[in-house]
C-alpha cells in the first residue's frame, strides 16, 4: 500500500428531489488496498459508487484520481481513467461467449477493420489465468455459473487496466467455497496494486478481508477504522445508529383461539426458500425483513401464485391455498403491491381512473349478466379511493405518467382497496418515495389493518417495520431466522438478525 | 417569450392528436373544390364508405390485436382463405349460405386461435409466428383450391350480401358500421376490453392484478381472425368468387390504417376511432385519385407517403411539445 491515495472524494453532496443521497462524503482510497463499505440500503452506498463511475454528476464536492481533480462526464471517462464497477447484477450480455464479454467496450485490436479474435485470445489468456478462469473462454456466458461469470466480470475489468475495481455484494449468491477462491483473487489483485472497493452486507466477509473499512449512514460516513481497531459490534452500532425505535400504535392482540388467516408449512422452492412456515392472523400487520436475496419476494411470489413451490403447503381462510397464478390468488381475495412500481404496478399513458379500476373490472359491470363497463362507477370509485388515499391528481382522466413517485404507489395500492382483499402484500411500498407520502401509505395500512385486513410488507428499510408491523420476521438464506413481537421489534434487532444468523449457526 | 414557447406546444400538442383529422379535412376540402361536381356528392360518400368498409372490417380486428401489444401479419392470408372456402363450401360442397359463412367465419377464429396459442403458450415471437401461420393459410388455400379461382355455382344468395343495399345505403356499410361499433364498445366499454388494454400497456403488471394475460392475448388473435375471414367472405361477395390472393393486399392496407389511427386523438396508442380515420384517409385519398383517373400506382405512392408522414409529423411534433 502506498502513502498517496489513488482516489480521493471530498466533501460530496448529492440529491435526487427532495432526498439528500450523499451529505458532505469524504473517503480516500489507496492503490492495493481492499476498502471495505458498508451500510443500510439507502445510505448512500450506490450514489457513491454512481457518481465515481460518471453515471450522476455530484452537486458539490470534489472528485481527486491521483490527486488531481477531475470532472467525470461519462462512464467512458471513468473507465479511462482506471475506474471499473462490477455491479451485482453483472451486466453481461447472456448470449455472447466469455471472450465477447470481456471485450465488450473495450478497444479491440484489427486486421483490415475486421476484428482479430485470435489476437485478441492470446492477449486475454494470461489475464484470465491470473484470475482462475480455468474454462474456455468461448462458452457462451449464460452457461456460467454466478461465480465464473463474476471471474468473468473481473477479467474484464483487468483487460481494461481497472486500478480500482469497485464490486457490489460480490458474494450474494456463491457458495461458501466459491467465495474464499473470490476473496484469494481479490487479495491477490491487492498485491499487484489494484485497489478494490468492496461493497457488502455481509460483515463477517468485510472483517476477514478488509482491512479498512468505511460506514455510511443516511448520506454520511459514520466510521472509517483500520480493522484490527474495530469490533463486530461497532460495526453493527454503525450501520444501525442510536435511534429510538417507534412501535406500531395499534397493536394488534394475538388471541391463539381463532384460526389464522394463512397458515404456511414447508414451503420450498428452489434454492431461494427452504422450507418456511409461519400464520398470519386476520387484522395483522407481518413485516417480512432481512437482505436483498434472503428469499422474502420469492416467498411472497409464491403466496400470490406468482411462481409455484416445490413442497409445501398453505391454508387461506380454512380452505387449501395453491394458487396457480395470480388470477386465482386474487379470487381468494389476496392483492399484491410489486415492488418494482413502475415496471409491475402501473399501467403508463392510462389515466388514473382505468388504473384503479383494473382489480376489480368484474364488479364494475352496469349488471351482473350484462358485460358493459359501469363507466360512472368506475369515475366514483376513482374519486373515492383518490380522496381516500389523497391522491394529488388534477382529475381521474390525468395520466398516471404526470403524478409524483408516491401519489403513483397510492395508485398501486390504491386499485385494491375497492373489493377490499382479505390479504394485501406490499413489497418495498415506500421504496422511492418521500417522507411525506411515506407516512400516508404507513396510515393507510395500518387503517387496513384495523378494519380487519391482514397485511404483509416487505421492506429493506430496517425503520420501516418497527413503525407499521405489530410482528416482523426476519428472513436469511431462505429460512425465517427470528420472529419479533411488538416492543421487541427495533431497529437493531431487525439489522442483528439479519446479519447474525451465519455467525450464530456457525 | 415564455408564452410564445407555451403557445407553440400548444400547437405541436393539438398537431400531434389531431393532425391526421385535419389532414382528412383539408385533403377532403381540396378535392371539393378541385372536383365540385363528383367529390362532394352523396353518391360518392357513400362510394368512398363503400371501399373502406373492408378495409375497416380487418383493420378494426387487427386493432384489437396490436391493443393486446401483438402484430397479426397473417390476416390478410386469413382473408384470402376465408374467401375461397366459403365460394367453395357454397359452390362445391353445396353448403347453405348462412352455415358455409358461420363455418368460415369459425375458421377465421380458429386461425387466430393457433395463432394465439403458439405466441402465448409456445412463447413464439407473434411476427415470426403470424407470418408462419400466414404462410400455412397460403398452403391450405391452394390445397382446397389447387390455385384455381372459384367463379361457377356462386349463388345470387351469396352476392346480394355485399352487393345489396337497405334503404340506399350498401350492405358492407352497414354490417361495418355494427361491426366497428360493437368492436369500439368492447375495446372501450366492457371489462374484458379493460384487460384487453391492460395487457397491452404492461403484461407484467396486468397478470399481478390478476388478469389471465394469455387468455386475453388469445382474445385479441381470435378477433383479429374473425374479422380477416369477414372481411374475405364480404370480399368474396362483392367479387362473386373466390381468387387464392384476393385478400393479400388488405394486411399492408390494415397496418396503414391502424397506425395512422395510433397518431389520431390518443399519444400513439391503437385505438379503433383511430384506426376509422386511418381507413377513411386512405379510402379518401385512392377515391380523389380515381376520380382524378390517376394511374394506380398513385394509389400506392399515396398510401406509402400518407403513412410515413402521418405517422412521422404525430410522432416528432409529440417529441418537440413534450421538450
Known amino acids: 500500500m502506498s502513502d498517496a491515495p489513488f482516489v480521493s472524494v471530498r466533501g460530496l453532496q448529492k440529491h435526487f428531489g427532495g432526498i439528500q443521497a450523499l451529505k458532505g462524503v469524504d473517503l480516500d482510497i489507496f492503490p492495493g488496498e481492499v476498502h471495505g463499505l458498508v451500510g443500510a440500503n439507502g445510505a448512500g452506498k450506490s450514489t457513491l459508487i454512481k457518481v465515481l463511475a460518471g453515471v450522476e454528476r455530484p452537486d458539490s464536492g470534489s472528485l481527486l484520481i491521483d490527486g488531481v481533480e477531475v470532472q467525470l462526464s461519462g462512464s467512458q471517462q471513468a473507465a479511462d481513467l482506471g475506474l471499473s464497477f462490477i455491479h451485482q447484477e453483472l451486466n453481461l450480455v447472456p448470449c455472447w461467449n466469455a471472450l465477447e464479454n470481456i471485450m465488450l467496450g473495450a478497444p479491440k485490436r484489427t486486421h483490415l477493420g475486421v476484428i482479430d479474435w485470435q489476437a485478441i485470445r492470446n492477449q486475454v489468456q494470461p489475464v484470465a489465468d491470473k484470475v482462475g478462469i480455468h474454462f474456455p473462454l468461448n462458452v457462451p456466458i449464460a452457461r456460467l455459473s454466478p461465480a465464473e461469470k463474476w471471474l468473468i466480470s473481473i477479467c474484464r475489468a483487468l483487460v481494461r487496466k481497472a486500478r480500482l475495481i469497485s464490486m457490489d455484494e460480490p458474494t450474494a449468491s456463491l457458495s461458501i467455497r466459491e467465495s474464499e477462491n473470490l476473496f484469494r483473487i481479490v487479495r491477490a489483485l491487492a498485491g499487484e496494486g489494484v485497489a478494490v472497493l468492496y461493497v457488502s452486507h455481509r460483515l ?50 394475538y388471541d391463539n383461539l381463532r384460526p389464522p388467516l394463512l397458515r404456511v408449512s414447508g414451503l420450498v422452492s428452489g434454492n431461494s426458500i427452504r422450507g418456511v412456515s409461519f400464520d398470519l392472523q386476520q387484522g395483522e400487520v407481518l413485516g417480512l425483513a432481512g437482505l436483498v436475496g434472503s428469499g422474502r419476494t420469492e416467498l411472497v411470489r409464491v403466496i400470490f401464485g406468482a411462481d409455484q413451490p416445490d413442497s409445501g403447503t398453505m391454508m387461506f381462510a380454512d380452505r387449501a391455498y395453491a394458487p396457480r397464478s395470480p388470477a386465482d390468488a386474487v379470487n381468494f381475495g389476496v392483492g399484491l403491491v410489486p415492488e418494482e412500481r413502475r415496471a409491475e404496478g402501473l399501467f403508463t399513458g392510462k389515466s388514473l381512473a382505468f388504473n384503479l379500476a383494473l382489480a376489480n373490472l368484474r364488479d364494475l359491470r352496469i349488471k351482473p349478466w350484462l358485460p358493459l363497463l359501469d363507466v360512472r362507477r368506475r369515475a366514483d370509485i376513482a374519486r373515492e379511493i383518490g380522496s381516500r388515499l389523497q391522491v394529488k391528481a388534477s382529475s381521474i382522466g390525468t395520466i398516471v405518467d404526470r403524478l409524483s413517485g408516491g401519489n403513483q404507489q397510492k395508485v398501486v395500492i390504491g386499485k385494491w382497496l375497492v373489493r377490499t382483499p382479505k390479504l394485501l402484500i406490499l413489497d418495498e411500498p415506500s421504496r422511492g418515495v418521500d417522507v411525506g407520502a411515506r407516512g400516508e401509505i404507513h396510515r393507510i395500512i395500518r387503517e387496513l389493518a384495523v378494519q380487519g385486513m391482514s397485511v404483509i410488507v416487505i421492506s429493506s428499510e430496517s425503520e420501516e417495520l418497527p413503525a407499521l408491523c405489530d410482528r416482523v420476521l426476519v428472513m436469511a438464506e431462505g429460512k425465517i431466522v427470528r420472529e419479533l413481537r411488538g416492543s421487541t421489534i427495533t431497529r437493531d434487532a431487525i439489522v442483528h438478525a439479519s446479519y447474525h444468523h451465519n455467525a450464530s449457526a456457525a | 417569450m415564455a408564452r410564445r414557447v407555451s403557445k407553440n406546444r400548444i400547437v405541436l400538442s393539438l398537431l400531434a392528436k389531431y393532425g391526421t383529422i385535419f389532414g382528412l379535412f383539408i385533403m377532403a376540402g381540396i378535392f371539393s373544390v378541385l ?124 352476392t346480394q350480401i355485399a352487393l345489396g343495399r337497405i334503404w340506399g345505403v ?154
Open chain 1, 204 to 253: 463477517d466477509e468485510l472483517m476477514a478481508l478488509c482491512p479498512r473499512v468505511t460506514a455510511f449512514r443516511d448520506g454520511r460516513r459514520v466510521m472509517h477504522s483500520e480493522r484490527n481497531a474495530l469490533t463486530r459490534k461497532q460495526l453493527l452500532e454503525a450501520i444501525v445508529g442510536g435511534e429510538a425505535p417507534v412501535s406500531a400504535n395499534n397493536p394488534i392482540q
Open chain 2, 35 to 158: 372536383a365540385p361536381n363528383a367529390f362532394p356528392t352523396f353518391g360518392n360518400f357513400l362510394n368512398v364508405l363503400n371501399q373502406a368498409s373492408l378495409s375497416m372490417i380487418i383493420a378494426g380486428g387487427l386493432t384489437v390485436a396490436v391493443v393486446v401489444g401483438e402484430l397479426d401479419l397473417s390476416i390478410g392470408f386469413a382473408a384470402s382463405y376465408a374467401g375461397v372456402l366459403v365460394t367453395g363450401l357454397i359452390a362445391n360442397q353445396g353448403l347453405p349460405v348462412l352455415l358455409a359463412i358461420v363455418l368460415v367465419l369459425g375458421c377465421g377464429g380458429l386461425i387466430g386461435v393457433v395463432n394465439g396459442l403458439i405466441v402465448t403458450k409456445v412463447r413464439v415471437n407473434s411476427v415470426i409466428a403470424t407470418l408462419g401461420i400466414g404462410t400455412i393459410v397460403v398452403g391450405l388455400n391452394f390445397a382446397y383450391s389447387t390455385g384455381a379461382p372459384i367463379v361457377a355455382g356462386v349463388p345470387d344468395a351469396f
Open chain 2, 170 to 323: 350498401p350492405n358492407d356499410v352497414l354490417i361495418t358500421a355494427v361491426l366497428v361499433a360493437g368492436l369500439w364498445i368492447l375495446v372501450e366499454r366492457t371489462p374484458v376490453g379493460q384487460s384487453i388494454q391492460a395487457v397491452g400497456a404492461n403484461p407484467v403488471a396486468a397478470r399481478l392484478c390478476g388478469i389471465r394475460v394469455d387468455r386475453i392475448k388469445i382474445l385479441g388473435f381470435t378477433i383479429a381472425g374473425v374479422c380477416a375471414a369477414l372481411t374475405g367472405i364480404l370480399l368474396a361477395s362483392s367479387l362473386g368468387s373466390g381468387t387464392t390472393g384476393a385478400g393479400d393486399s388488405y394486411l399492408l392496407a390494415a397496418f396503414a390504417a391502424v397506425f395512422l389511427g395510433s397518431a389520431t386523438l390518443r399519444d400513439g396508442e391503437f385505438h379503433i376511432l383511430g384506426t376509422c380515420i386511418g381507413v377513411l384517409i386512405i379510402a379518401v385519398g385512392f377515391n380523389g385519385l380515381a376520380i382524378f383517373g390517376a394511374a394506380t400506382f398513385y394509389q400506392y405512392l399515396f398510401q406509402g407517403v400518407i403513412l410515413i408522414l402521418a405517422v412521422g409529423l404525430s410522432s416528432l411534433s409529440r417529441y418537440f411539445a413534450e421538450k
